[in-house]
């Protein structure tokens, strides 16, 4: 990197600091915020959020104690099995000319359904930046966070973690895992049924055919921009890969596990050689409960591995958007990231820049305790990007055609 370039890169960033600084200090902003504070008291916040994993579940019901004591927000979850289904909940609200009150006040949301929202400008915002805690991200360093599955946020959600594909194994019965696509398709070759991954439309399975499309195209900038007529050229080396692994999956491809969870259950029980998560601090958590065997280990393929940023968004016709701002911006507090990070508690990175911290915050962070079995910052290595959203869609379509069951 030349000295001109690194020299650009530090002017912006100390820009980035300085106006994140003049932000958290504006009078102006500081008495808006006390105002959306005051007007929070006393609502009733419905966060309509994945409830699939006990882990996840257990955090929002902390950070409902949390909201309660300091803020008087009572959050309530609305656990969902499909993001899509608060998706459709606001789009039915509108039609119905439902434009204020609704039912949804915020939505853990990302991807393709953040598109569709956009889109169809079902979004409260642009709030993002008036949350005193965004000043702790920098965007300049990490740019995903103003981007979701290449759909520009421009405020409308407010990040809270980033995920990342892991693979697990248990190195007393695997020392050397397969790292790369091609290579889990040899191991499958050699080892008939003992690798499976979970079935779309779950996230985890959809993310594991994303990572094989990745590796396996020719060009993957092509996956950066909206699929056209392009679309079954580019994924032709995606469709002869899974034909190919098919026959030496678990049950030959007549069932697959319902989800990641399920697949590491499996791992566990010595069903499969393999699993993954897009949890970096899973195998910890999995082997405090039991459900891996103290020698399991988390490691990514050798061309990096699928990770993302995801959010929290406000509807437009929320009934109660101070108290649902209240909640996103406890979510990116120090205090909650921390914890988030804490595979005891959850296992994901933070979306907080380490050097906008205070000395006292940044020890947090440095006193969460991480065992060999969850992988350091360095140790994840490079993160692919997601696709656009309208790969995924085709992609789920086509698979669910051709093998789902």
Avoid: C
Avoid at 60 to 79: A, C, F, M, P, S
Avoid at 166 to 194: K, Q, V
């Amino acid at each position: 990197m030349s000295l001109k370039t690194l020299t650009i890169k530090a002017v912006m960033i100390v820009v980035a600091i300085v106006v994140f600084a003049t932000i958290s200090i504006s009078p102006t902003v500081a008495d808006e915020w006390s105002d959306i504070v005051n007007k929070a008291k006393n609502q009733e916040v419905y966060w309509y959020a994945w409830g699939g994993a006990e882990p996840y579940n257990d955090y929002i019901t902390w950070v409902g104690e949390r909201v309660q004591h300091d803020y008087n927000v009572e959050l309530i979850h609305i656990k969902l099995g499909d993001t899509a289904e608060a998706v459709r909940k606001v789009l039915a609200e509108r039609t119905v000319g439902r434009l204020n009150n609704g039912s949804v006040d915020l939505i853990w949301i990302n991807g393709e359904n953040f598109k569709t929202m956009k889109e169809e400008d079902l979004l409260f915002g642009p709030f993002a930046h008036k949350l005193p805690n965004f000043q702790f991200v920098d965007v300049i360093q990490n740019p995903g966070i103003t981007s979701d599955f290449t759909t520009p946020t421009e405020g409308l959600e407010s990040p809270w973690g980033m995920a990342k594909l892991i693979f697990i194994h248990d190195r007393a019965s695997l020392t050397s895992p397969p790292r790369s696509i091609l290579s889990i398709l040899e191991y499958a070759r050699s080892n008939p049924g003992r690798i499976s991954y979970p079935a779309p439309p779950d996230f985890s399975g959809t993310t594991f055919i994303k990572q094989a499309l990745f590796e396996l195209t020719a060009d993957p900038r092509e996956l950066q921009k909206p699929a056209r007529d392009n679309f079954d050229r580019v994924t032709a080396p995606l469709w002869k890969y899974l034909d190919d692994l098919v026959p030496f999956l678990w049950q030959q491809g007549r069932e697959y596990p319902k989800s990641s969870e399920k697949l590491t259950e499996m791992l566990g029980k010595g069903v499969v050689d393999l699993s993954f998560s897009f949890r970096i601090g899973v195998v910890s958590n999995a082997i405090e409960e039991g459900v891996l065997p103290i020698s399991a280990r988390s490691y990514v393929l050798e061309k990096g591995t699928i990770g993302n940023t995801h959010f929290v968004a406000i509807p437009f016709n929320s009934a109660h958007k101070e108290g649902a701002m209240v909640v996103a911006n406890f979510l990116m507090s120090p205090e909650a990231q921390a914890r988030k990070q804490n595979s005891a508690y959850w296992g994901e990175q933070t979306v907080l820049a380490m050097h906008l911290l205070s000395a006292e915050d940044r020890k947090r962070f440095n006193d969460i305790p991480r065992d060999a079995a969850t992988l350091s910052s360095e140790e994840l290595g490079n993160t692919l990007p997601e696709p656009h959203p309208s790969w995924i869609t085709q992609i789920e379509e086509v698979w669910l055609r051709r093998y789902g069951q």
